[in-house]
């Protein structure tokens, strides 16, 4: 069964740093492959998806992700941290096969920032 | 565009009664619902997916008659918590899938189950 594994379940950087989250996938076939941002209290917003074409994706808020299918990951990245940014990240797949595009999430990571 | 709404936002209930959440998308129309459950500090577990017309299929360990979901038009999905116990307390959140394609999900801001 297809499975998503985030690295890290809290992550802190200190505000204009560098922002990585970690996102593996477990399927052989590349999925289509999705950021989703959640802020406290409420639902899931999306940052950015790859579903084919350029494997760096761009997203909103200055996040964007790069696709490597040789090492079956979709990291999250932005170049300068926001204190706004802090908040849950949830990397997810969905397999192209699936009629009902069935979303499988990975555990989250908390990403908090500091001045 | 794509805006899910979701009510009520929050509830508390007594525990033996039965709550009712609603789905809503706005500004589009939606064959396909997903209903979410979400623990404290976890991630989105997938209960069921819901069609417009059809039963709803359940994922494995949700109990179908515990969790009633009704998919009555292309813009509402329902899903009635029956016989509420304190377990069930929990962050309810739906998502939809436009109609004719596409597979992304827009969410719900969810709801914010509490049972006393």
């Known amino acids: 069964a297809q499975s998503v594994t985030q690295l890290g379940s809290h992550v802190s950087v200190s505000e204009g740093a560098l922002v990585l989250l970690r996102c593996n996938y477990s399927s052989s076939v590349p999925p289509y492959l999705f950021w989703y941002v959640q802020y406290p209290n409420q639902g899931l917003q999306l940052l950015l998806k790859y579903t084919t074409g350029a494997t760096l994706v761009k997203g909103i808020n200055g996040f964007e992700a790069e696709f490597k299918k040789s090492e079956t990951s979709f990291h999250l990245t932005k170049p300068s941290a926001h204190m706004s940014d802090a908040a849950e990240y949830f990397c997810?797949?969905?397999?192209?096969?699936?009629?009902?595009?069935?979303?499988?999430f990975g555990a989250g990571t908390r990403l908090a920032v500091h001045p | 565009g794509a805006v899910v709404s979701q009510h009520p936002s929050w509830v508390i209930c007594k525990s033996g009664t039965s709550v009712k959440i609603e789905c809503r998308s706005l500004?589009?129309?939606?064959?396909?619902m997903f209903w979410y459950r979400q623990f404290p500090k976890q991630s989105l577990m997938l209960m069921a997916t819901?069609?417009?017309?059809?039963?709803?299929?359940?994922e494995q360990g949700v109990e179908k008659d515990k969790f009633l979901i009704n998919h009555a038009s292309l813009t509402l999905s329902t899903l009635t918590v029956t016989s509420a116990h304190p377990e069930d307390s929990s962050f309810y959140i739906c998502?939809?899938?436009?109609?004719?394609?596409?597979?992304?999900?827009?969410f719900g801001p969810g709801t914010r189950l509490t049972v006393l």
């Open positions: 997810a797949v969905s397999d192209r096969a699936g009629g009902y595009n069935k979303l499988i």
């Open positions: 500004d589009f129309q939606a064959t396909t």
């Open positions: 819901s069609n417009e017309g059809s039963k709803a299929t359940y």
């Open positions: 998502s939809a899938r436009l109609a004719g394609g596409g597979n992304e999900q827009f």
